[in-house]
């Protein structure tokens, strides 16, 4: 199958609360939806480095995105990504995690064709090396041309604890390699111990489970009737409103959306799956997730700062400086200064200045919640 194949439709998951890049991010501005990086949302770069999958190009390959999001971040995943149409966005009710969303977009586009391919992608995930990725897709889009659910496991540089694994039938291939042939899974492990790790990095046979899903629309229906049959039965319900009409669906998505099970994709139905498949790849990957992921990601002076230009650095390294607050003019820019500092991360926003070890970024999330617990909700 070609990377151009019509029949490819990619889902893009599109949630999320916001506390990891507190203050950057908030409940209603989730990272997905900021530059952390530089340049476009992490949303925005999803969609334009996987549209080549949906089409020869043009408006067509659009037409092929899909969007699954929460009401209260419609408006501003819509500013992110305009090219989207209104039509392709899945708006969620109620979080109900992944495994509702992926059946919705799965028994939406099998109503036109259950021979297409979905391709499912979370939103704010990193991409060194596009070409690379998108070679390993097109493998995993032929696994699921022929059958077989497919996800892509990222070769691990390194133990990590903060990941779930994949364990395949025989060593994956070194860091580097070119993308494998479509394995056999025999199990998801969930985020190890420092120990365990190291030992899966160094037996080969362990993947980091990168939450990329990609499947036949029709196999995915039939593999959550088999192993989720009551959100089997109310994408039944929603899929006969559909057949009524718009109205008719949107009225069934927000009576039967809330009440379907809340249960992710991995645990409700790849972990149960006969014949899983993934591919291995190696393509720069990170998840971007914290601090101190983007300043590891930003470009960096001989010192290694990250800071906005005309900042004063003085005998100071390794530190990450965000400067996100609102300006009027485009030299309307407090000058930022630090001496005689080591590995902080400094972020500026509005209403809200954070200032963290980076090695401490993870913890982030506890302002969050004492903020919350003060009442000062409006901060986060």
Request: glycine share 10%.
């Amino acid at each position: 199958m070609t990377p151009t194949d019509p029949s490819i439709h990619v889902l893009i998951l599109a949630g999320g609360a916001g506390t990891r890049f507190w203050p950057a991010s908030r409940a209603a501005r989730p990272k997905q939806l900021l530059p952390l990086l530089g340049g476009e949302p992490l949303l925005a770069a999803t969609a334009r480095r996987v549209l080549p999958l949906c089409a020869r190009g043009g408006r067509a390959g659009w037409e092929r995105v899909w969007i699954a999001t929460g009401q209260h971040l419609v408006a501003p995943t819509r500013a992110a990504l305009p090219e989207v149409s209104e039509r392709r966005l899945l708006v969620e009710p109620a979080p109900r995690n992944t495994a509702p969303c992926i059946g919705w977009a799965a028994a939406t586009v099998a109503r036109d064709d259950p021979e297409a391919v979905v391709v499912v992608l979370p939103s704010d995930h990193h991409i060194a090396d596009v070409p690379r990725f998108l070679e390993a897709l097109g493998a995993a889009v032929a696994s699921a041309q022929g059958g077989a659910i497919t996800t892509i496991g990222v070769r691990p540089t390194h133990p990590e604890t903060g990941f779930g694994y994949i364990e395949v039938d025989e060593a994956a291939g070194a860091e580097g390699a070119a993308p494998a042939e479509p394995r056999r899974v025999r199990r998801f492990v969930e985020k190890p111990s420092r120990e365990r790790a190291a030992e899966f990095v160094a037996s080969g046979r362990f993947l980091w489970n990168a939450g990329m899903f990609i499947f036949r629309a029709g196999d995915m229906l039939a593999a959550i009737r088999a192993h989720l049959p009551a959100l089997a039965a109310g994408l039944d319900e929603i899929d006969r409103a559909a057949a009524l009409g718009p109205g008719d669906e949107a009225e069934a998505v927000l009576r039967v959306f809330p009440s379907l099970p809340a249960v992710s994709i991995d645990h409700g139905v790849m972990e149960h799956v006969a014949g899983l498949a993934v591919v291995p790849g190696d393509f720069g990957w990170s998840d971007v997730g914290s601090w101190q992921s983007a300043w590891e990601l930003a470009d960096k002076d001989e010192r290694g700062n990250s800071a906005p230009a005309g900042s004063v650095l003085i005998d100071a390294h390794g530190n990450h400086v965000v400067d996100l607050r609102a300006r009027a003019a485009p030299d309307d820019r407090r000058v930022i200064a630090l001496v005689g500092v080591e590995g902080l991360v400094v972020v500026e926003t509005d209403d809200a200045l954070l200032i963290v070890p980076r090695d401490r970024a993870q913890e982030v999330k506890h302002a969050v919640d004492e903020l919350k617990a003060r009442g000062q909700g409006r901060h986060t």
